[in-house]
């Protein structure tokens, strides 16, 4: 059974830093694809980063240059840093799992079956 836990979601100022984890069990992050996606209230789920087999990492424009996602592997684990925070990065954050995908298909949300419970993050102005 696939089990995907997120934490480190917080509360920040504009400008700060959080670190996001994703702590998997039933599937191994260093042979799946992996990803964060995020979701506003009132909004729709939009993918942040995803990373692939190789460790190819994939991100959406808006947070390209500000946000890294890796995974350590022997801990079975998928972060997300997220750094020069705006309050426009404020949402519930989501970890996701599929066996494989092509890279042009990382940022898809649809083609993950794996899903955490989500983490909450803030960031006020």
């Known amino acids: 059974q696939v089990q995907l836990v997120e934490s480190g979601g917080g509360s920040v100022q504009a400008g700060g830093s959080l670190r996001l984890s994703c702590a998997a069990s039933?599937?191994?992050?260093?042979?799946?694809?992996m990803g964060w996606f995020r979701q506003a209230p009132g909004k729709e789920r939009e993918a942040v980063a995803a990373i692939d087999g190789d460790d190819t990492p994939s991100y959406a424009d808006s947070v390209k240059g500000r946000f890294d996602i890796s995974r350590d592997n022997a801990k079975n684990t998928l972060y997300l840093e997220m750094t020069r925070l705006k309050p426009e990065d404020s949402a519930m954050y989501y970890c996701?799992?599929?066996?494989?995908?092509?890279?042009?298909?990382?940022?898809?949300?649809?083609?993950?079956?794996?899903w955490g419970q989500g983490t909450q993050v803030t960031v006020s102005s």
């Open positions: 039933g599937v191994s992050v260093s042979s799946y694809s």
């Open positions: 996701a799992a599929e066996r494989f995908l092509e890279w042009w298909l990382l940022l898809r949300g649809s083609k993950y079956n794996h």
